[in-house]
């Protein structure tokens, strides 16, 4: 399989500061790849070393099957690559329509029509000035940017977050016509749930490293349940953690099957059951506790 982001042994320091150390992940062509992690796992610093926007302390990176190493074939690389950062800085002053034509210019291409559907779709004012704009109308801005040109690969660091679900979802829905259409999608993000139900694959990263690499099915089967149950005060027989016993109940991880979960309490006298998805490290806390690393 044709691999587009091949990432080996990735080591990045700020100064004593870890961002990643030994990271390794590979993006096959046309894959809808997702990489999870919390807060200050390292997400960014994989993505901008990966782009060449901060050199590497280690490891290497090939993007499109090469490393580029002169100026010139790092900007060729960069023109079929859509990058949205996690954060946008725009020109205070500018009208979005400018800061969306200063981009497109980047890739001496013409994207007018592309642009003018994105705006569209995505509801985007392209009169106001920037700095007018909420955090979600910015995220768009980022967004329309890195679309607009129709690239082979497209890096989206935590593309969604400010924007609200219907805007969520027509996003993913531009993702998904770009994915069939042949590109290459690589997203960021903390949300397990988004990644579940749109990425083909994922890796997921904490404290600088991959804990886990694999399919969608199979990281979310070893993903953990928060389940809260009233009116008992034990689950005899099942393997669980974090259990924690409450005024009228217990709460606690779950990572097996559903069936098994509700033959264990259909004998017991349960008044209430809630199932839901815990945050990310709570999630993939077994990992983490049994200090297990994919790498
Ligand atoms: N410029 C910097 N100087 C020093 N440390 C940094 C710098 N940028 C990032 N770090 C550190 O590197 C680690 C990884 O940060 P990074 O921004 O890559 O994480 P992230 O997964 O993208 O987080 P978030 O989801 O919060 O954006 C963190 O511990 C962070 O504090």
């Given at each position: 399989?044709?691999?587009?982001?091949?990432?080996?042994?990735?080591?990045?320091?700020?100064?004593?500061?870890?961002?990643?150390?030994?990271?390794?992940?590979?993006?096959?062509?046309?894959?809808?790849?997702?990489?999870?992690?919390?807060?200050?796992?390292?997400?960014?610093?994989?993505?901008?070393?990966?782009?060449?926007?901060?050199k590497?302390?280690?490891?290497?990176?090939?993007?499109?099957?090469?490393?580029?190493?002169?100026?010139?074939?790092?900007?060729?690389?960069?023109?079929?690559?859509?990058?949205?950062?996690?954060?946008?800085?725009?020109?205070?002053g500018?009208?979005?329509?400018?800061?969306?034509?200063?981009?497109?210019?980047?890739?001496?291409?013409?994207?007018?029509e592309?642009?003018?559907?994105?705006?569209?779709?995505?509801?985007?004012?392209?009169?106001?000035?920037?700095?007018e704009?909420?955090?979600?109308?910015?995220?768009k801005?980022?967004?329309?940017c890195?679309?607009?040109?129709?690239?082979?690969?497209?890096?989206?660091?935590?593309?969604?977050?400010?924007?609200?679900?219907?805007?969520?979802?027509?996003?993913?829905?531009?993702?998904?016509?770009?994915?069939?259409?042949?590109?290459?999608?690589?997203?960021?993000?903390?949300?397990?749930?988004e990644?579940?139900?749109?990425?083909h694959?994922?890796?997921?990263?904490?404290?600088?490293?991959?804990?886990?690499?694999?399919?969608?099915?199979?990281?979310?089967?070893?993903?953990?349940?928060?389940?809260?149950?009233?009116?008992?005060?034990?689950?005899?027989?099942?393997?669980?953690?974090?259990?924690?016993?409450?005024?009228?109940?217990?709460?606690?991880?779950?990572?097996?099957?559903?069936?098994?979960?509700?033959?264990?309490?259909?004998?017991?006298?349960?008044?209430?059951?809630?199932?839901?998805?815990?945050?990310?490290?709570?999630t993939?806390?077994?990992?983490?506790?049994?200090?297990?690393?994919?790498?």
């Open positions: 399989m044709e691999k587009v982001i091949d990432i080996r042994d990735l080591t990045k320091y700020y100064g004593k500061h870890k961002g990643v150390e030994h990271l390794t992940l590979s993006v096959n062509r046309q894959e809808i790849y997702g990489f999870i992690g919390p807060n200050g796992a390292g997400k960014s610093t994989t993505i901008r070393t990966m782009l060449g926007l901060l590497e302390d280690g490891g290497t990176v090939e993007i499109f099957g090469e490393r580029p190493e002169t100026e010139r074939e790092k900007k060729e690389m960069l023109s079929r690559i859509g990058y949205m950062p996690s954060e946008a800085f725009f020109y205070s500018m009208k979005v329509s400018d800061v969306l034509k200063f981009s497109a210019d980047f890739y001496r291409k013409d994207c007018r592309e642009r003018g559907q994105l705006c569209e779709r995505l509801k985007l004012d392209v009169k106001k000035k920037v700095d704009l909420s955090l979600g109308n910015r995220k801005v980022s967004i329309v890195a679309l607009q040109h129709g690239a082979d690969l497209y890096v989206l660091d935590e593309p969604t977050s400010g924007l609200d679900p219907l805007m969520q979802r027509e996003f993913f829905r531009l993702l998904k016509e770009k994915n069939e259409k042949g590109a290459t999608i690589f997203l960021s993000s903390h949300v397990l749930g990644v579940e139900k749109y990425c694959r994922a890796a997921v990263i904490r404290d600088g490293g991959i804990v886990m690499e694999d399919t969608m099915e199979h990281i979310c089967g070893s993903a953990a349940k928060r389940v809260t149950v009233r009116g008992i005060s034990g689950v005899p027989g099942l393997p669980l953690t974090d259990l924690r016993v409450l005024e009228d109940g217990v709460t606690f991880l779950y990572r097996g099957e559903a069936k098994r979960l509700l033959e264990a309490l259909a004998p017991l006298p349960v008044t209430d059951l809630t199932i839901t998805e815990p945050d990310l490290e709570e993939f806390l077994h990992f983490y506790a049994e200090g297990k690393a994919a790498r």
